[in-house]
């Protein structure tokens, strides 16, 4: 699946496959957010090719977010009708200290919950806060909803690891195919 988005602030262009292997290209100006997204690419097992501009010398905010919304995007394209999938996937892993929980129901509800402890602080010249606005961008453009909690943690490299793992791991598991039927007794998702 193919999604691109195009701002005056930001160019997005990715191509997504769910049935991956977990195969990534990610090229961004910002070096965590690529980082972070190799990552999700490689343990929900997303083939994802991404290529992202944007104006960091302003902010980082308007690239992780629209990336966030370009991926968001892509997800809902590539699941079609949502027949056969699980819907549902959650997941808690650890990072060293830090421990994150990730829960994702593919509702066709856009709503996202996160709490971080108030953690703040910078990932080399990433704001850790940005993180939420990658969050928030996907689970509004997928139309899922989408809860992340930081259980503990103290070093914000791991906490940030820990829930991109968390949020592609359960991903992973919501997207998986179980049926033939779309999992709702509305018949609709």
Request: glycine share 8%; hydrophobic share 40%; proline share 2%.
């Amino acid at each position: 699946m193919h999604a691109s988005r195009r701002t005056r602030e930001t160019k997005v262009e990715l191509t997504l496959n769910l049935d991956g292997e977990g195969r990534h290209k990610v090229q961004t100006p910002v070096g965590f957010l690529t980082h972070m997204v190799e990552t999700l690419a490689k343990h929900g097992r997303f083939d994802l090719e991404l290529y992202a501009e944007g104006d960091v010398e302003v902010s980082h905010h308007h690239t992780v977010e629209d990336v966030g919304i370009t991926l968001g995007m892509a997800f809902l394209q590539a699941l079609g009708d949502k027949k056969g999938i699980n819907r549902y996937g959650y997941a808690i892993v650890p990072m060293d200290e830090a421990l994150v929980m990730a829960s994702v129901d593919i509702s066709g509800r856009p709503l996202f919950f996160y709490e971080d402890m108030n953690l703040r602080g910078k990932i080399t010249q990433f704001d850790f806060e940005l993180i939420w606005e990658f969050f928030k961008g996907f689970a509004l453009e997928s139309r899922s909803t989408l809860h992340i909690r930081v259980i503990t943690g103290r070093i914000l490299h791991h906490v940030a690891e820990a829930c991109f793992k968390a949020f592609a791991l359960s991903l992973r598991q919501a997207v998986a195919l179980s049926g033939e039927d779309i999992p709702s007794t509305k018949g609709a998702i």
